[in-house]
């Protein structure tokens, strides 16, 4: 007779998972990984994502907020969401919202940011860099959207459409 599944096995399960090893901690300096517990999950979702999966020729940019309770250093409080306390994660994905590539979100990037790439910017180019080349369109709402963005995805020779502030 199999037992049901109850709650309290969860929990268990929960307590002694881990990804990483605790003790090949990272030093906390300039190039610290906020997200090192979790990177090679990321990594390895990406890494097949590539592999298995052909992107269309229409993608998407887009920002996902994840409701989180946890105490972790990277999680954002947006007031005028109604998940308040959050994670936020960028994801590529089609038309059918088969997520391409993912991008999690750890607070300002001060080394990515600079005059010439914004703070939305730098996602964009990061996960729009595995299709480069190849003609695809990618499509994304104000909050990434810039005349400056748009410039740099064409010279990469990503066609880009977007809603665009009239003070931009």
Known sequence: MVRPWHETDFLHILCFLHFADNSQRPDKGEEYDRLWKLRTVFDKLNEAYAKFYNPSEHLAVDEVIVKFKGRVIFRQYIPKKRKRFSNKIYELCNESSYMYDIRVYLGTDSHTTTDDMTATHT??????????????????????????LFDDLDRHKINSCGTVQPNR
């Open 123 to 148: 996602p964009v180019r990061h996960l729009t860099s595995r299709v480069e080349g190849l003609g695809h369109k990618i499509f994304m709402d104000i909050f990434f959207s810039s005349p400056r």
